[in-house]
């Protein structure tokens, strides 16, 4: 069974840190690159960040650069997303997904992703 979950979202006041998690079973998560997305009530689907199938290439989202960091550890199945430094508009709904097709190299897409997980809420707030 093919399967994304995401975990570690929660309330934290801003200039708190989060780690997300996405944890994959049923395929490889090196066969492709992985994004997160995240969603803001009344806004779009953005791309947050990306790890490409050789985790020494990433990218991330003009406004949380220097403050998230997207990394992945093959043994457990898992990409993770650091996230310091935490604002107000970060707030959001944020989601991992895999390329589908797969893909070796990141989009910042969505329409490009095939397979979500079902997302975790990150609020932050005073």
């Known amino acids: 069974q093919l399967q994304l979950v995401e975990s570690g979202g929660g309330l934290v006041q801003p200039g708190g840190s989060l780690r997300l998690s996405c944890a994959a079973s049923?395929?490889?998560?090196?066969?492709?690159?992985i994004g997160w997305f995240r969603q803001a009530p009344g806004k779009e689907r953005e791309g947050v960040s990306c790890i490409s199938r050789t985790n020494g290439t990433t990218y991330y989202l003009d406004s949380v650069k220097g403050r998230f960091t997207i990394s992945k550890d093959n043994a457990k199945n898992t990409v993770y997303l650091q996230m310091n430094s935490l604002k107000p508009e970060d707030t959001a709904v944020y989601y991992c997904?895999?390329?589908?097709?797969?893909?070796?190299?990141?989009?910042?897409?969505?329409?490009?992703?095939?397979?979500w997980g079902q997302g975790t809420q990150v609020t932050v707030s005073s």
């Open positions: 997904a895999r390329r589908l097709p797969v893909r070796s190299y990141c989009s910042g897409y969505a329409n490009e992703y095939g397979f």
């Open positions: 049923g395929f490889t998560l090196d066969y492709s690159a």
